[in-house]
């Protein structure tokens, strides 16, 4: 069974992980069936560790892992590829771990956020996305 780990950075203001929480909402509702968590490298839980064995406890045997970065930084270089060694090594062979690119560097985020910053000079100054 695959199982599908959202990572994302951590804040300490709570109000910071809105957006991915919406995001595993919304894969929740495409997917019901889908063993998905949502964890974090710093400052919020779950950690990637425990939520990554909850994966493996409900039978994940091949697990992709998102990072939600925006970008191929520090963080995705230094911080996760011992993170997920430290993983290989306590769940042995019987799981694969599949480490994708950050968010940011797919083509289709670009292109979104691209259409987002323009939307600002499209769109009315009083639309719904138009917050401060």
């Known amino acids: 069974m695959d199982g599908l780990l959202l990572f994302a950075h951590g804040a300490r203001d709570p109000d910071w992980a809105r957006p991915f929480h919406e995001v595993s909402k919304r894969i929740a509702l495409r997917r019901p069936q889908l063993a998905m968590r ?54 042995g062979p019987a799981v694969e771990w599949l480490l994708h690119p950050a968010l940011g560097d797919q083509e289709t985020v670009v292109q979104a956020m691209t259409e987002a910053s323009l939307a600002w000079l499209d769109g009315p100054a009083g639309s719904p996305d138009a917050r401060p």
Not at 54 to 80: K, N, Q, S, W, Y
């Open 38 to 91: 949502l964890a974090f490298l710093e400052f919020m839980q779950p950690e990637l560790e425990t939520a990554a064995h909850e994966l493996v406890a409900m039978g994940c045997r091949r697990i992709h892992i998102v990072p939600m970065f925006l970008g191929t930084g520090g963080h995705v270089r230094r911080d996760i590829p011992p993170l997920l060694e430290r993983l290989r090594e306590t769940c």
